[in-house]
């Protein structure tokens, strides 16, 4: 099993950033997506989840109106849009691959893809 984030960087605030997520090793389709992010000295925070089918999407309220996440279940990759980027942004960021079957749930993590927004 293997997700793989890409697409972080150095952007400057109000630019626009792309993340990718590709999956393997699973049957992506079965499973919602998300991203996660992480700054220095806190904890992990959710960003953005999407549905299987991708119908369904929410995000925090930190990033709504900015961040738009999606997903190719073609090509199995999800993919995080973040605009009008702020400072507050900068973290690292990480997918998510969760499947809940009746009261079991199997999840798996991506490594992380830095994201720094500084002038």
């Known amino acids: 099993v293997q997700l793989v984030e890409s697409g972080g960087g150095l952007a400057q605030p109000g630019g626009s950033l792309r993340l990718s997520c590709a999956a393997s090793?699973?049957?992506?389709?079965?499973?919602?997506m998300s991203w996660h992010r992480q700054a220095p000295g806190k904890g992990r925070e959710l960003v953005a989840t999407?549905?299987?089918?991708?119908?369904?999407?929410d995000y925090s309220d930190s990033v709504k109106g900015r961040f738009s996440i999606s997903r190719d279940n073609a090509q199995n990759i999800v993919y995080l849009q973040m605009n009008i980027l702020k400072p507050e942004d900068t973290a690292v960021y990480y997918c998510?691959?969760?499947?809940?079957?009746?009261?079991?749930?199997?999840?798996?993590w991506g490594q992380g893809t830095q994201v720094t927004v500084s002038s």
């Open positions: 999407i549905s299987v089918d991708g119908s369904n999407t």
């Open positions: 090793g699973f049957t992506f389709t079965e499973y919602a």
């Open positions: 998510k691959a969760v499947r809940v079957t009746g009261s079991h749930q199997r999840d798996y």
